[in-house]
């Protein structure tokens, strides 16, 4: 087993992810090319590192498809809102085909890596809201519990808690929780079905556990890479 190398602290790296959903009826030609469309905007000069790829099987309100772009710190974010490739992609998912979308923007949290050269792996999203009025100790601690796991789980290859500053869609998510597995498996298999999964981390979800901080509404998006993006 590689040793795990982590820095627990942000970096000034800006994230924008967005969980896209096609509207019904929507066929497959069409989903491909705003995917490629999509894909060739996220290589903008700008951009440090990219994922876009349509989601695999098994998602929790993640829609069909992941769009996950990073920039150097807010303030290029910000100059890229004025550029012609930004309005090409809101004109992209302003198109007829997009039912709805998920969206945050995040500086960049605490990091670990395990595997910084993993390539054509499985990169996974959770978005999450804590409950209104849940102290900030108890946030903390939450979140500890979170950036501990892939000390238990070794399929973890790389990971990322980032707290949300920027949010839409269905909640206003507070935190991203971002994860690099070798395959699918590393996911459902060792993440889900581990004992400090079910022992520590499930009681924060539950909503018949007295610990409950996490809206029962979630969302869960997956999908295949073949540069990774979570690096220290």
């Known amino acids: 087993m590689r040793a795990i190398s982590q820095i627990w602290r942000s970096s000034p790296t800006y994230k924008v992810t967005k969980l896209i959903e096609f509207a ?8 491909a090319r ?9 290589r903008a000069p700008e951009v440090v590192r990219s994922v876009v790829n349509c989601s695999l099987p098994g998602n929790q309100n993640g829609g069909d498809l992941i769009r996950h772009v990073q920039y150097p710190d807010r303030a290029a974010y910000d100059r890229s809102l004025t550029s012609s490739a930004w309005r090409d992609v809101e004109g992209l998912l302003a198109d007829a ?10 500086e960049a949290g605490p990091i670990g890596v395990r595997q910084p050269d993993l390539s054509a792996g499985i990169f996974r ?6 409950l209104d009025g849940t102290p900030q100790a108890i946030v903390e601690r939450f979140e500890a519990e979170l950036q501990a796991m892939p000390r ?10 980032s707290r949300v500053a920027d949010s839409s869609g269905a909640r206003p998510w507070a935190h991203v929780w971002e994860q690099e597995y070798e395959d699918v498996s590393g996911l459902h298999g060792p993440y889900m079905r581990h004992l400090y999964h079910w ?16 809206d029962t ?5 997956f999908c295949r890479f073949e540069n990774g993006v979570i690096r220290g």
Do not use: M
């Not at 019904?24 to 989903?31: A, V, Y």
């Not at 469309?37 to 996220?42: P, T, V």
């Not at 238990?152 to 808690?161: A, H, M």
């Open 217 to 221: 509404y979630l969302c869960q998006c």
């Open 125 to 130: 999203v959770l978005l999450l809201k804590v």
């Open 97 to 106: 085909s997009v039912a709805g979308e998920e969206s945050v923007g995040y």
């Open 152 to 161: 238990y789980i070794s399929s973890i290859r790389n990971w990322q808690l």
């Open 199 to 214: 022992g520590y981390i499930d009681r924060w979800f539950h909503p018949e556990s007295p610990d409950q901080i996490v």
């Open 34 to 42: 705003l995917l490629a469309r999509l894909a060739e905007a996220a």
């Open 24 to 31: 019904p009826g929507t066929n497959d030609s069409r989903r």
